[in-house]
């Protein structure tokens, strides 16, 4: 069996088969695909996987539903198509990541549902190198990059254009349609140092008193977490 490059973080992927794991099987996007690992072992799970990326000679794994799509356009894809779509680390390099989740809404089934992946740009550590140096982790590198290249230079320098928050992505989910169902994450990062408990408990009660009604905004996943990984049903009909 050929091995297929990951290029999503570590554990990103694991924790993605683990949440469908207990899933009705069923029709899935997964876009972008990369190499197509993650398609592979799904369908080895039992699901029947399209998958879709901007660079065709990504697209290793060849099972048939193989094509080359631009998710800064409209997908190509009728209303309703697919019981599960996953992104995993792909909309921080779009230009739109609202009309993209906008498009997922519009291909994916009533109850159906969207697996998203993303640079946790809300840990502490984010937050403090983003006081003193002015950019959040996972995007201190903003130019042309070469598509082909985008997955071979530094950690910090991905082609990420677009830094998602966690109340940003709730309201655009909410805002088409789905329903955050799970938050989770691939692995905790935390700072070493005396005051970093302290910045913590003052990070936690000043935000608990902003955002009372959702404790996430409060949670070791969101404060630690390095990959934000959100499982997010479709509970309105997209309109026809």
């Not at 408990?201 to 969101?222: G, H, N, Q, R």
Request: aromatic share 12%; glycine share 4%; with cysteine.
């Amino acid at each position: 069996m050929t091995d297929l490059l990951r290029f999503a973080t570590d554990d990103v992927h694991s924790k993605v088969l683990l949440a469908l794991e207990h899933m009705p099987r069923g029709w899935l996007l997964d876009a972008p695909a990369g190499q197509g690992a993650l398609s592979r072992q799904l369908e080895e799970m039992g699901f029947k996987a399209f998958l879709a990326d901007i660079e065709k000679d990504n697209l290793v794994y060849r099972n048939g539903r193989s094509l080359q799509i631009d998710l800064n356009q409209p997908l190509p894809f009728k209303n309703q198509s697919f019981d599960y779509i996953i992104c995993v680390e792909g909309i921080e390099h779009l230009e739109n990541p609202h009309h993209l989740i906008h498009e997922f809404s519009r291909i994916l089934k009533k109850n159906g549902y969207l697996l998203l992946s993303t640079p946790n740009v809300m840990t502490l550590k984010s937050r403090w190198r983003f006081l003193f140096y002015s950019y959040l982790d996972y995007f201190r590198y903003f130019g042309p990059v070469p598509a082909k290249e985008r997955h071979q230079i530094d950690v910090y320098d991905h082609q990420h254009i677009n830094p998602l928050f966690y109340g940003e992505i709730k309201w655009i989910l909410e805002k088409e349609g789905l329903r955050i169902k799970d938050l989770k994450t691939n692995r905790f990062v935390r700072t070493k140092g005396i005051l970093y408990p302290l910045l913590k408990w003052l990070v936690k009660y000043k935000t608990k008193e902003k955002y009372p009604e959702d404790p996430a905004y409060v949670s070791d996943i969101l404060l630690e977490g390095e990959i934000l990984i959100l499982l997010a049903e479709k509970v309105k009909r997209f309109p026809t």
